[in-house]
């Protein structure tokens, strides 16, 4: 176990936790293959080094809230692309909307369908709900409707890293060829990491990927609110 000095443990799991997301990068970017990416490489090293040294979840984010903290400036800063995209948001609005009310809904529907097959309880359902939006986005909603953000951020990498994966078979199955489409898919279906992965694709498919994934994350944030009500 690590010494129960709070700095101490703040400092180590701190820097323990943005080192191993650095060096996920690094070695992302020298082999791109979904199973390296930091997004899976790091979680599962901090995983192994808290069973390793005995340490609790509780220790882990005492010494890393601040780390969350910064998703509250991160979710202001969502602002920028939907303002350089204002010409895109224009011309292509009605598809834009569709997608999106389309997206969330299915996405939450098998959410709760599937939390039902598996008898899930209420605080895993709520949790599992937001899976398909960008962290800050579902760590809001989670909260607002009455699940667990924590365990949220972690519904939400899965399927981040499966929706990169899959997103990207699926554009070579699917007739899509317009950059709207093929951007809207991974960016509604797999968030950050469908964006990333709609980057390396091509430049145009990944601003439309961020730019959905930004929506669809503020619509879900303000119907937050009716859809805890209609849950309760």
């Not at 519904?155 to 093929?182: D, H, K, Q, Y």
């Amino acid at each position: 176990m690590l010494p129960s000095n709070g700095i101490f443990q703040a400092a180590f799991w701190s820097v323990l936790t943005i080192g191993l997301y650095v060096g996920g990068k690094v070695l992302y970017r020298r082999r791109p293959r979904w199973w390296l990416s930091p997004l899976v490489v790091a979680p599962l090293l901090l995983i192994a080094a808290a069973l390793c040294l005995h340490e609790t979840y509780g220790e882990y984010i005492r010494g890393t809230h601040w780390l969350v903290a910064l998703l509250a400036p991160a979710t202001v800063s969502f602002a920028v692309p939907i303002y350089e995209q204002r010409q895109l948001i224009r011309r292509h609005w009605p598809l834009l909307v569709m997608g999106m009310l389309a997206g969330s809904a299915s996405s939450m529907a098998s959410a709760w369908a599937l939390s039902n097959i598996l008898g899930l309880d209420d605080g895993i359902r709520l949790s599992l709900l937001p899976r398909s939006l960008s962290t800050p986005f579902a760590m809001t909603v989670s909260g607002d409707i009455g699940g667990t953000p924590a365990l949220t951020a972690v519904f939400v990498v899965i399927t981040g890293v499966l929706g990169a994966m899959i997103g990207e078979g699926l554009l070579n199955l699917l007739p899509l060829r317009s950059s709207v489409a093929r951007g809207a898919l991974l960016g509604m279906g797999a968030h950050g990491a469908g964006t990333a992965k709609a980057y390396q694709i091509d430049g145009e498919i990944g601003t439309i990927a961020g730019l959905v994934m930004v929506l669809v994350g503020m619509l879900n944030v303000l119907a937050a609110p009716l859809l805890a009500h209609v849950l309760r």
